[in-house]
Structure formats: structure tokens, C-alpha cells
């Protein structure tokens, strides 16, 4: 049996949880508290809680969605569930354009999940990816998740993966205004050595990033005015798949 308090907590918690669910605007804090009659401290705390566990998701300018476990819970049923299938054209036809690696991916509580790849024409590619955690501070996709609110930014002492990773959050957080201004994230051996990136956000007819696509390629044939290049070819691809989902009938309020 849960003890008492126990079940205050869950009940506290379910309660603000489902006013996330019932708006299609970010739910700001004080918009809970007013809601919920619950004291700034109770429903800030039981929002970094559902935040915590991915079933909450803070907005850049504030407020909070459904997180991105109610969201895959969501797409199980959905006519755009199939999030790799749908965008495979669109990877297809970047890696046609660029000749690098195409990737989806989705944020996730435990990192950067690629969905799908296709791989480079070149004998030298980027490696596969898909079913691998990224760290979100190392990746050009997850600089994405957090600079458009996907994900939580990090705190602490960031991991050194590749030569130039990041590891300053103060560091981090100026590159990810640099982000939101142009519209796509890139690294230089962030991850790895020899490997660079750029990725785009996609996303729902509610402004909310579900996804973001991105190319790799070896620091070895590509220089950083061609990285420009192949980041403006992937933000192109993310607009048309963005317009795809959104034509999908229900899709901004299935995939949010």
C-alpha cells in the first residue's frame, strides 16, 4: 500500500501533468500554481520532477509541454508514429544532394536517440549511429533538442568526447543563442575526432521541435565554408518535412 504522503505526491503530481496535457500552449508555472492551488514551491518542484523523468518538457521562452515519453507514447498510434519511415525520402534525397550521412533523431531523458541513417556514397563515411545514446552537448542534433527547448540544458562539468568538445556550460549555453538564431547547430571534432556535423529542427504544426535531421562527414574532405553549405541543405530538408508533418490531418496535435 502507498503511505499516505505517497499518494498526496502522486495525486499532486498527476494533477499537473494533466494540465500540460489539456493545453496547446506552454503552461507557465505560475499558470500550475493557479490551476492546481498548489504552492510555488509544491508545483515547482513536482515540475522538475516530471521534467526529470521526461514527461515534462521546458519551452525556451518559458513554460512547459508534455515531455518527450508522453510524446513517443503518443506517436505509438499515430498516422505520423512511423517518424523514421516518414522522413527516409528526405534523408535519401539529402544524402543525394550533399553525398554525406543523413540522420533523423528524437531527444530523449538519456540523450540523443538516432532513428534512422543513410549512409554516405563515399567509402570513408561517418559511421552508424542508429540505436546509440549521444550526449546532447557533443552532437549537433542535440544542440538542436536544447537550444529549441527538446531538452534540458546541462549542468556541471560537460564530458570530453573528441578535440573540441564543449565542456563549459557557460560555453555551451552562448553557442546555443548562436543556434536559435540561425536556425541549425554544428560541431568540429565535438564528438569525435575527424568528424563533423550540422544538424535543423523539425517541427509540429505548434512550433514544437519532435525531431531534427542532420549530415556527418570527415573533417577530411569537408571544410568549414562547406559545412555552411551542407547546413543550409539541412535545413531545407527539416522546412520540408516540417510541412509534411503539419499536413498530416491531426499531426500537430498528435505529435506534440
Known amino acids: ?67 518527450p515519453v508522453l510524446v513517443d507514447y503518443a506517436q505509438r498510434d499515430s498516422a505520423i508514429g512511423d517518424l523514421a519511415t516518414l522522413a527516409l525520402p528526405y534523408l535519401e534525397a539529402l544524402e543525394e544532394r550533399t553525398g554525406e550521412t543523413a540522420n533523423i533523431a528524437i531527444p530523449t531523458p538519456s540523450g540523443v536517440a538516432r532513428l534512422a541513417q543513410v549512409d554516405s556514397h563515399h567509402p570513408l563515411g561517418a ?31 560537460l564530458e570530453k568526447l573528441g578535440p573540441n568538445t564543449i565542456t563549459s556550460v557557460a560555453d555551451l549555453l552562448g553557442e546555443l543563442e548562436s543556434v536559435r538564431k540561425r536556425g541549425y547547430a554544428t560541431t568540429w571534432e565535438e564528438l569525435d575526432a575527424g568528424l563533423c556535423s550540422a544538424a535543423a529542427p523539425v517541427f509540429t504544426s505548434k512550433a514544437t521541435v519532435i ?37 498530416v490531418p491531426n499531426g500537430g496535435n498528435r505529435v506534440t
Not at 542508429?130 to 527547448?149: D, Q
Not at 568549414?224 to 522546412?239: C, D, F, K, Y
Open 1 to 67: 500500500m502507498v503511505p499516505e504522503a505517497g499518494a498526496q505526491s502522486i495525486e499532486r503530481a498527476a494533477r499537473v501533468l494533466v494540465r500540460l496535457v489539456e493545453r496547446d500552449q506552454p503552461v507557465s508555472l505560475s499558470a500550475v500554481m493557479a490551476e492546481t492551488r498548489l504552492p510555488k514551491s509544491t508545483a515547482a518542484r513536482l515540475l522538475r520532477a516530471l521534467e526529470r523523468n521526461g514527461l515534462a518538457q521546458r519551452q525556451p521562452g518559458g513554460g512547459f509541454r508534455p515531455g
Open 127 to 157: 559511421g552508424n549511429w542508429v540505436g546509440r545514446r549521444i550526449p546532447p552537448h557533443a552532437s549537433s542534433l542535440g544542440k538542436v533538442f536544447i537550444a529549441f527547448g527538446a531538452s534540458q540544458p546541462p549542468t556541471g562539468r
Open 211 to 247: 525531431a531534427a535531421i542532420s549530415v556527418s562527414a570527415p573533417t577530411a574532405r569537408t571544410t568549414r565554408g562547406r559545412l555552411r553549405e551542407l547546413a543550409e541543405e539541412v535545413v531545407l530538408s527539416t522546412q520540408a518535412l516540417t510541412r509534411t508533418i503539419c499536413a
